[in-house]
């Protein structure tokens, strides 16, 4: 019973999207920055539908494209980091073996000394990884959070009031060119964030 309910839910939502976009009057594609205004031409009916593409969005943002090559940059520094002290682990290593297979160490007990010293270090290397991925994480979520706020933000402040519906492509599989206005986002968002740097 649940499931022919929940099944029922769909259709009549589905109707209602349906009978709501074919009251729209179809219109010559109209300029993008009209389309901010949420503009009579977008539906003439009272529901004002907008779309707007998040992997555009984010690709043109240049927010976001910074913030992602500061990101990159900065992991870059660390892996740098990371090969620089794994080289060096591994020539200590090298070194030793070297010096064990020729006699070099005067008892056993210190060349056991030399190589706990080697393993510790390796253990070091391998929690100082750890420590940087979840570094790098924790700054990928920021960054995310970062763009996504100040999108969000954008959108509250200037589309809200315009549209009465903003979707993504995140649930929708077709979208009419003539509601979208991911180009006219992406450059009022550079807009307003090239005016605050």
Same mark, same amino acid.
């Given at each position: 019973?649940?499931?022919?309910?929940?099944?029922?839910?769909?259709?009549?939502?589905?109707?209602?999207?349906?009978?709501?976009?074919?009251?729209?009057?179809?219109?010559?594609?109209?300029?993008?920055?009209?389309?901010?205004?949420?503009?009579?031409?977008?539906?003439?009916?009272?529901? @004002?539908? &907008?779309?707007?593409?998040? =992997? *555009?969005?984010? #690709?043109?943002?240049?927010?976001?494209?910074?913030? %992602?090559? /500061?990101?990159?940059?900065?992991?870059?520094?660390?892996?740098?980091?990371?090969?620089?002290?794994?080289?060096?682990?591994?020539?200590?290593?090298?070194?030793?073996?070297?010096?064990?297979?020729?006699?070099?160490?005067?008892?056993?007990?210190?060349?056991?000394?030399?190589?706990?010293?080697?393993?510790?270090?390796?253990?070091?290397?391998?929690?100082?990884?750890?420590?940087?991925?979840?570094?790098?994480?924790?700054?990928?979520? @920021?960054? &995310?959070?970062?763009?996504? =706020? *100040?999108?969000? #933000?954008?959108?509250?402040?200037?589309?809200?009031? %315009?549209? /009465?519906?903003?979707?993504?492509?995140?649930?929708?599989?077709?979208?009419?060119?003539?509601?979208?206005?991911?180009?006219?986002?992406?450059?009022?968002?550079?807009?307003?964030?090239?005016?605050?740097?």
């Amino acid at each position: 019973m649940r499931k022919f309910s929940g099944i029922l839910s769909i259709i009549i939502v589905a109707i209602l999207v349906s009978a709501t976009f074919t009251q729209c009057k179809k219109k010559n594609e109209q300029p993008t920055s009209s389309l901010l205004k949420g503009s009579k031409d977008t539906c003439s009916s009272e529901l @004002k539908v &907008a779309y707007i593409n998040t =992997d *555009s969005l984010l #690709n043109g943002y240049d927010l976001a494209k910074k913030l %992602n090559d /500061d990101l990159i940059h900065q992991e870059e520094g660390m892996r740098a980091n990371v090969n620089e002290r794994g080289k060096n682990l591994e020539k200590e290593m090298a070194e030793f073996q070297r010096k064990y297979k020729n006699n070099a160490f005067l008892t056993q007990e210190r060349a056991e000394q030399e190589y706990q010293r080697i393993m510790n270090k390796q253990q070091e290397l391998q929690e100082y990884v750890q420590r940087l991925d979840q570094e790098s994480l924790q700054n990928r979520q @920021k960054m &995310a959070l970062r763009v996504n =706020d *100040s999108i969000q #933000n954008f959108i509250n402040t200037e589309l809200t009031g %315009n549209f /009465d519906v903003i979707l993504n492509n995140a649930g929708t599989f077709y979208v009419t060119k003539r509601l979208d206005i991911t180009s006219e986002v992406i450059k009022s968002l550079n807009a307003r964030y090239n005016v605050k740097k």
